[in-house]
C-alpha cells in the first residue's frame, strides 16, 4: 500500500496572517515522519465565491471551475491537518467556505488541527471537529492550541514555535494520531473499492 498523502490546508487568506508560521512548523514536524506524504495546500490557491452553487455537491455537481478544481484537489488526500485562526469565538469564514465547497472528497479520512488565538484556537477547533463529523470525517483527539502568551510571544520576535516544547510534544502527537488514522482508513477505503470491483465483475 502507498503512503497515505496529507494536506495541510492554511486556513486564513488574510494579507496579514499568522498562519503561514504554524504551517511551516507543523509541516516540518509532518515531513519527518517516515510513513505519510505532505503537501501544503494554500485557500490563496483556491480563491472560492462565498458558496452559490443549487446544493452541496454531495448532490448535484459544482458548476464554479474554482470549486471544480478544489475538490480534485481535496480528492488527491488521505487526511487533513487544518491551520485553524479563531475569530469571534469560531473558525474563518474562508475555511468553512472552503470545507462546504466538497462533500464526498472529505468521506472516511482523518482531520486534525492546529488552533491558534484566543484560548489557543479551542472553540474555531471543536466547532470545526462538529463539521468534520457531519461531512464523515474522523477529527482525532489530540490537537496543537498555540495559546495566547504563546502565539504573542512568536509574533512579536521573542520566541520561535520550535522554542516551545509542549507545543512540538502536541504537534507530534498530532500528526502521529493523523498518520494512523489515515493508513487504517485508507486500507479499508481500498478494500471498498475491491468489494464493488467484485460485486461488479
Known sequence: MSKPKIAIIVGSTRAARFADVPTQWIAKI???HADIDVEVVDLRDFPLPFFDEVASSAWVPSTNEVAQRWQKKVAEFDG?????????????????????????EWNKKPAGFVGYGSVGGARAVEQLRLHAVELQMAPVKSAVHIAWGDFLAVRQGEKRLEDLEHLNQAATALVNDVAWWAKALKKARDADVVDEEIKAA
Not at 85 to 97: D, F, R, S
Open 30 to 32: 509532518a515531513k519527518s
Open 80 to 104: 487533513f491537518i487544518f491551520t485553524a485562526a479563531e475569530y469571534n469565538h469560531g473558525p474563518t469564514a474562508v475555511l468553512k467556505n472552503a470545507i462546504d465547497y466538497a462533500a464526498n
